[in-house]
């Protein structure tokens, strides 16, 4: 477990650290499309901006530098030169791409007096670090705390705006962004030895899951994929979608996996019709103790159904899983199921 806290005297024995991958300055039109190809294939980047100190009380001058790492790699991006062009706003929109930073908002909210994008895909430290019971947030003492190592702050009231910038000021930026991807990959690291096999294994289907729903926004063909990455993770002994037919008030047989299933089931009837009318995930641990339980196989024995809604909440299908064991599912499979049902609700 990681230290609460940690004393200014204790931080300053600590090891410096400082980016040392390749540095690279972004200006042109050509470059931002070079870092953009570059970035756009890493799952998590650290990110921070830099702005021109204010002296006085006067208005908050616009970032001047954005700074975008993968560990191996720092993007020096500036602004004033390149202002933010729609391939780096794509990045910043893009929920697959974690942008790892401390106190985020500020950087967003300077970023957006470039041009208004929609920020997805952002992690704040200083939120992360809670749940490790964590009180410090400035990346420094994170940093001393997290990594074990110091970083140097002696750069941070420099003239941003200046181009080129110093040597100096270059590795204070990269190692800024560098810093809160190594904070975010050790936090991600410690929680996943927690984690059981089947948490990892539905974190597998939910990634696949994301970035197929993503570029794909007929029904049929995502539920047919659900159902795939499911069996195929757990090969549990059915898996599949029911959707809704408001007007015949029953649930229709959608894509699955598994052996042939009933067709129809009326709302409020079985697992699934209840499972509709009462809006919420129901877990079977023994379907012979449900009342009115549907026994589409007779080799069912604990089964959950998990509700898809649409952007207003609608019920637009369920996703039914059986098991041939009985007690096979619990709250940690609701959790994970009803993250991986919430991708449906973009698209509809
Ligand atoms: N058991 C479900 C019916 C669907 S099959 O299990 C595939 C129910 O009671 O609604």
Redesign the pocket.
């Known amino acids: 477990m990681f230290a609460s806290t940690i004393e200014n005297n204790v931080l300053e024995l600590l090891p410096h650290v400082e980016f040392r991958g390749q540095i690279t300055t972004v200006t042109t039109k050509s470059q931002v499309l070079f870092a953009v190809q570059y970035l756009s294939d890493q799952p998590v980047l650290g990110f921070d901006t830099e702005t021109r100190p204010r002296f006085s009380s006067g208005r908050m001058y616009m970032p001047a530098l954005l700074q975008l790492s993968d560990g191996n790699r720092a993007f020096l991006i500036h602004l004033k030169k390149t202002g933010l062009p729609p391939e780096i706003q794509a990045i910043l929109s893009n929920p697959a791409i974690i942008k790892a930073g401390a106190a985020i908002k500020d950087d967003i909210a300077g970023l957006q007096r470039y041009a208004s994008f929609e920020p997805a895909g952002f992690t704040d430290l200083q939120d992360m670090v809670r749940e490790y019971g964590i009180v410090e947030k400035s990346v420094k003492k994170m940093s001393a705390i997290i990594l074990g190592k110091r970083i140097s702050k002696s750069q941070q009231i420099t003239n941003w705006e200046a181009y080129p910038l110093s040597n100096a000021q270059a590795i204070y930026a990269a190692t800024d962004a560098y810093v809160c991807y190594c904070i975010y990959n050790k936090l991600i690291a410690h929680s996943n030895e927690k984690k059981t096999p089947r948490q990892r294994m539905y974190e597998e289907i939910l990634v696949s899951a994301d970035s197929l729903l993503r570029d794909e926004s007929d029904h049929v063909a995502n539920m047919a994929n659900v159902s795939a990455l499911i069996k195929e993770k757990f090969n549990f002994w059915?898996v599949?979608f029911?959707r809704v037919d408001s007007k015949a008030k029953e649930?229709i047989?959608g894509p699955?996996q598994?052996p042939a299933?009933?067709t129809r089931?009326p709302f409020g009837?079985?697992?699934?019709?209840?499972?509709w009318q009462q809006r919420k995930t129901i877990i079977?641990p023994d379907?012979e103790k449900?009342p009115?339980?549907?026994?589409?196989?007779s080799r069912?024995r604990s089964?959950i159904?998990v509700p898809v809604f649409d952007r207003e909440r609608n019920v637009r299908a369920?996703l039914?899983i059986?098991s041939e064991k009985i007690n096979t599912f619990d709250q940690m499979d609701r959790q994970y199921l009803e993250e991986l049902t919430g991708l449906f609700k973009n698209n509809y």
């Open positions: 059915w599949g029911y649930l047989l699955f598994g299933a009933c089931i009837r079985g697992v699934c019709g209840t499972c079977v379907v449900f009115g339980h549907i026994a589409c196989s069912s089964e159904v369920v039914d059986d």
